[in-house]
C-alpha cells in the first residue's frame, strides 16, 4: 500500500471512530441534558448538584457506547484497567464540565433555565474534547494494524521458507 493510500485509510478511520464517538456522544448528551432537567424540576437539588448527578449516569450511559458501539475493535484485554482509566478520565471530564457551569452559575449568578442549560451545553462540549483525546490515547487502546501483523507474519514465513530451502531433505549439521 502506498504512502497516499495508507494516509486516506488512516483518516478514514479516524473519521469513522470520530463519527461513532459522536453518536455515541450525542445520545449521553441527551441523557446528560434529560436527566438534569429532570433533577432540577422534580427535586430541590442545586444546580451544580444536579448536573453531577446527571454526569454520573451519562459517564455509565457512554462507557456502554463506547466498549460495545465505538470501540468494540479495541484491546479487550484489562478491563479492570479500562474500566478504571474510564472513570479517571470522565472524573476529570465531570470536573471541567461542571466547572464551567459553576463558574457561571456561582461566579456570575447566571441560573436560570436557559443560562443553566446553556452553560451546561458549553461544559460538555469543552470536556468532550478532553475526553475523546484520553479514551482514544488511554482507555481504548488500538490492536496491532492489521497490515504490520501481515506484514510480519509474511516475514516468519518468507525466513521459514529459506531455512527450509537452504536445508532440503536431511539435516547435514552432525
Known sequence: ?????????KLRQLYREIAKFGAVGGAGVLVNIGVFNLLRHSTELQTVRASILATMVSIVFNYVG???FTY????????????SLFLL????GLVIENGVLYAATYGFGWDSQLQSNIFKFVGIGVATLFRFWSYRTWVFRTLPARETVEQAEAYLAASKAAEAKA???VDRSN
Open 66 to 68: 463506547f466498549r460495545y
Open 1 to 9: 500500500m502506498s504512502r497516499p493510500q495508507r494516509l486516506r485509510s
Open 89 to 92: 478520565f470522565s472524573a476529570i
Open 72 to 83: 468494540r475493535d479495541r484491546d479487550k484485554a484489562g478491563r479492570t484497567r479500562e474500566l
Open 167 to 169: 536445508k532440503p531433505g
